[in-house]
């Protein structure tokens, strides 16, 4: 796929796919389900309702998260993406639930297949559709720092993979007339995504939390941070926090005391310039003190201090 085309998808635009192809897979392998009374092509429908339940939640989240700041949110709306992942993630757990039941009923009373053709072909189906979504919402979710659409695509990436195991456990019924291994089977899936789900709450968590940026771009910003380093100039108290896809570092920059504020200002310019440029997007809050000056105490210590002094 072209970059320009690539590059037209937006967030918006790709959670409303993602919604389409959720009902088109329902529909195909509730007709699997249907048709072959199979509980682990149930089990695959079911997950397919939670790809529809968290593709809707994700798209009014990556909206809401595309609003610019105002006087309630002054740093932007960015979190917002971290609800849709959690939202997601719970409703995997949910749905692991429900395929548990459904399986531990048909293990003990297990019943005969039918029809496993037509079923397993349209499982096959729907899971060519998720498929080309996932890789979409993966490319451009990577590309948009976007956790909203890599939730989404990685939780379909799973649905793909259960497809495939429950579409070789009915394969294997068809071949070997061993009903238990249909419950099984979706016993297996459920498993699986219980796992995903739990992933996805915890990173959702993580983010809420003001999670530091990855490694990698902490090294780019100190490689930048590097370059400017001269007698008398120094960086310390660095902090950095994520918010969806917004990146913001906080640091200080001590200069001599002897410098006149114009000179110090154009050097923290020219920092800020270059940390933008290692870090697209990054939002950084520099302040400037001068070389034999240390930072105070966080204010919430300070605070404190105050509040044992009275």
Known sequence: MSEPLVSRLTPQRLMLASVGVALLTIALKGLAWWLTGSVGLLSDALESFVNLGGAMFALA??????????????????????FSSGFEGLLIIVAAAAIFWAAGQRLLSPQPLQRLDWGLALSVLSSV???????????????????????????????????????????????????????????????????EGYSLV????QGLMDQALEPGVLADIERTL?????????????????????????????????????????????????LLLAVPGLRATIQLLPTDVEAHAPVTEARDDEAQAG
């Open 226 to 274: 590097q370059r400017f380093h001269e007698p008398g100039v120094r960086f310390d108290h660095l902090a950095t926090r994520t918010a969806g896809q917004a990146r913001f570092i906080d640091l200080h920059m001590h200069v001599p005391g002897h410098w006149t504020l114009r000179r110090a200002a154009e050097l923290r310019n020219a920092v800020e310039r270059e």
């Open 61 to 82: 989240m990556v909206t809401v998260a595309r609003r610019p700041p105002d006087a309630d949110h002054p740093f932007g709306h960015h979190k917002a993406e971290y």
């Open 129 to 195: 559709f998720n498929g080309v979504l996932a890789w979409l919402l993966l490319r451009v979710g990577r590309e948009r720092r976007s956790i909203a659409l890599e939730a989404n695509g990685r939780h379909l990436v799973t649905d793909v993979w259960t497809s495939v195991g429950v579409i070789a456990g009915v394969a294997a019924v068809w071949a070997t007339g061993w009903l238990w291994l249909d419950p099984v089977v979706a016993i297996a899936v459920a498993l699986n995504i219980l796992r």
């Open 202 to 205: 915890h990173r959702s968590s």
